[in-house]
């Protein structure tokens, strides 16, 4: 039998598809087109409006053109809020089912005669679930009552998928979870993820990248900022989402509101690190935003320089406190900040890649030369300053393959891109 697997929604959501399609290949499944797949399956978001209703219309799309025989089975965040109203609303679904189901999934798939070998995947970075669910508050978040409460992965368990992304050829992982420098806290280790870094760099010889996502402001231990700094494999790269800088915004997000204890975690972080690449995530728009928190927040970026900042619009989640709140912010007030915000973060990005210009950089090649520019060839690779899919590219003269860390000279600053070319050996 086949299955087909759309993914919808952020890292953690491809990390748990990855899982889940092993589980497939390991019952006899192998991966087919929609039309001719005997399984649907959709793994769905339901962090947000925008991707609730992007998985609601993905699943009618395949509702539509499901044929007699085969089985639409959606998974994920979606059906762990709202499983009876799929159900109801949506009855071309036969299955649904919460997170981290795959065992689930791939038991409905009949195995079939012929024993499947997969294709070593050629994805050159892959994530690493490290952790899941979240003891953090915050008020408009429902992650929390999705996935629960902070349920660390045995590092036992974290090496051993480790492995085996490291033998589909993953040159980097990407750490991620809901929280992931509470990792460990839930199994009683102190500065669980120091360790699990100091264990990943040992026992993954071939993976030359250890990237962290998601780090909570709160939780930055010294243990972390030296075994980021000490160990080569681990990216000087940091993504905290500080949602906001206003105090009062982020009291009311349950978020810690101490704007001097940021700024001192900023210096820590630069002053181990120097070339630490930082990301963060704002979030506008939240009930009582004035417009001098959101003058203040402006600032606040253009005073931290962050190499790479996301933004939101705040948009009520059913059952989360904000959603409750007075002084709901009017959409095009949203709309308004979030273009002033994203016009900020990109001057940042733009001066904090100009201060790369002329200077030599490792990239992680992604694709080969299948890019050309002015005739010449060229290939696509990140540097460690940027994350797979939410950051930026380098784009190179040059011949390379996918998978190789080559060094390259930066010969042009884009706002959110670099340009170069190959570097001359020594
Ligand atoms: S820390 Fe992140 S996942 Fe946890 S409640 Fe806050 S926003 Fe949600």
């Known amino acids: 039998m086949s299955y087909y697997l759309l993914t919808l929604g952020c890292p953690k959501n491809v990390a748990d598809s990855t899982r889940l399609e092993r589980s497939l290949h390991e019952a006899g499944q192998s991966p087919a087109p929609a039309r001719q797949a005997g399984i649907l399956i959709v793994n769905t978001c339901a962090f947000i409006d925008q991707a609730k209703e992007e998985s609601i219309n993905a699943i009618l799309k395949l509702a539509l053109k499901k044929k007699s025989g085969q089985k639409l089975v959606v998974i994920g965040c979606l059906p762990q809020l709202y ?112 360790l699990l870094l100091e264990r990943l760099a040992t026992d993954l010889s071939d993976v030359a990248w250890l990237r962290i996502m998601y780090a909570y402001p709160g939780h930055l231990s010294k243990r972390l900022l030296r075994t980021m700094a000490e160990l080569p494999q681990v990216c000087k790269y940091l993504d905290i989402p500080l949602q906001h800088s206003s105090p009062a915004v982020l009291q009311r997000m349950r978020r810690p509101h101490d704007l001097s204890q940021t700024r001192r975690m900023l210096e820590r ?100 030369a299948d890019v050309e520019r002015n005739g010449k060839a060229m290939f696509v690779g990140r540097t460690y300053r940027d994350a797979p899919e939410v950051d930026g590219m380098a784009f190179c003269k040059g011949e390379a393959f996918a998978g190789e860390i080559t060094r390259v000279r930066i010969v042009e600053a884009l706002p959110y891109d670099l340009l170069a070319e190959a570097a001359a050996a020594d």
């Open 269 to 368: 972080l630069r002053e181990a690190m120097p070339d630490i690449a930082l990301r963060t995530t704002f979030l506008v728009g939240f009930p009582g935003e004035t417009e001098q928190d959101f003058q203040d927040l402006l600032a606040f970026a253009r005073e931290t320089k962050f190499d790479h900042i996301g933004a939101f619009m705040f948009s009520p989640q059913d059952a989360t406190p904000a959603a409750r709140m007075p002084d709901q912010v009017p959409e095009r007030v949203k709309r308004r900040r979030y273009r002033e915000l994203m016009r900020v973060a990109r001057e940042t990005s733009l001066e904090r890649n100009r201060a790369w210009l002329g200077r030599e950089m490792a990239v992680l090649v992604e694709s080969e």
């Open 83 to 194: 499983r009876k109203d799929l159900l109801s609303e949506v009855p071309e679904i036969d299955h649904v089912f919460g997170v981290e189901s795959w065992e689930k999934v791939a038991a409905l798939a009949e195995r079939g005669e012929a024993v499947y070998a997969p294709e070593p995947s050629s994805r050159v970075s892959a994530y690493l679930k490290i952790a899941d669910g979240c003891n953090a508050r915050c008020s408009f978040c429902i992650i929390p009552k999705i996935k629960g409460r902070l349920h660390s992965l045995p590092p036992e368990a974290v090496v051993e998928e480790g492995k085996r992304l490291q033998a589909e050829g993953a040159r980097e992982l990407v750490l991620v979870a809901q929280d992931s420098t509470a990792y460990g806290s839930d199994l009683h280790v102190e500065d669980g993820l120091a």
